[in-house]
T-cell receptor, first 113, second 115 residues
Framework: AQTVTQSQPEMSVQEAETVTLSCTYDTSESDYYLFWYKQPPSRQMILVIRQEAYKQQNATENRFSVNFQKAAKSFSLKISDSQLGDAAMYFCALPGEGSRLTFGEGTQLTVNP | DGGITQSPKYLFRKEGQNVTLSCEQNLNHDAMYWYRQDPGQGLRLIYYSQIVNDFQKGDIAEGYSVSREKKESFPLTVTSAQKNPTAFYLC??????????????FGQGTRLTVV
């Protein structure tokens, strides 16, 4: 069975600074994808970034980047130049059979002005 | 605009009643999913469907039922057998049933409360 673990229930960051959210996972697959989703107070789930496991290069989307360590099964999200609009719950997710997603418990990010 | 529509946004259920949550998508996606979210927790899979007229149980299917008569629609019924139905319910869809090649797109959710 797949598992996804986010060990930081809450994090905070000052506006314009950088924060890193942690995620570890377990899967028996050798080729897979990993996702970070953002859930703002509206509760709409929004895809932030995805990583393909067979790619060595870490994915980057504007201010968002990942540190993917396949051997360690670690997939952290770095948010640079944090903005007030980044405040949200962040979920790490791993697809499995039928593309069903296994989610971590989430990290609530607060951005302080 | 393409997307996933869930209705209603808020739903109240009396003890012993069945209620049905609607999920419609116009993205021409093959796969659809229902997740449950409880406060402070991640999303847990209730049911999923990869193709019309077929669906599979997820991790917490007890007390729920679904149907997939049309590609666009995947309604979820919360039955009286579900002892703790108060939660936030999210519907999602994805273009490929396997491989995780694309992300899941989510609806805006339905908040169900037992009164």
């Amino acid at each position: 069975a797949q598992t996804v673990t986010q060990s930081q229930p809450e994090m905070s960051v000052q506006e314009a600074e950088t924060v890193t959210l942690s995620c570890t996972y377990d899967t028996s697959e050798s080729d897979y994808y990993l996702f970070w989703y953002k859930q703002p107070p509206s509760r709409q789930m929004i895809l932030v970034i995805r990583q393909e496991a067979y790619k060595q290069q870490n994915a980057t989307e504007n201010r968002f980047s990942v540190n993917f360590q396949k051997a360690a099964k670690s997939f952290s999200l770095k948010i640079s130049d944090s903005q007030l609009g980044d405040a949200a719950m962040y979920f790490c997710a791993l697809p499995g059979e039928g593309s069903r997603l296994t989610f971590g418990e989430g990290t609530q990010l607060t951005v302080n002005p | 605009d393409g997307g996933i529509t869930q209705s209603p946004k808020y739903l109240f259920r009396k003890e012993g009643q069945n209620v049905t949550l609607s999920c419609e998508q116009n993205l021409n996606h093959d796969a659809m999913y229902w997740y449950r979210q409880d406060p402070g927790q991640g999303l847990r899979l209730i049911y999923y469907s990869q193709i019309v007229n077929d669906f599979q149980k997820g991790d917490i299917a007890e007390g729920y039922s679904v149907s997939r008569e049309k590609k666009e629609s995947f309604p979820l019924t919360v039955t009286s057998a579900q002892k703790n139905p108060t939660a936030f319910y999210l519907c999602a869809s994805s273009i490929f049933p396997t491989g995780g090649l694309t992300e899941a797109f989510f609806g805006q959710g339905t908040r169900l409360t037992v009164v």
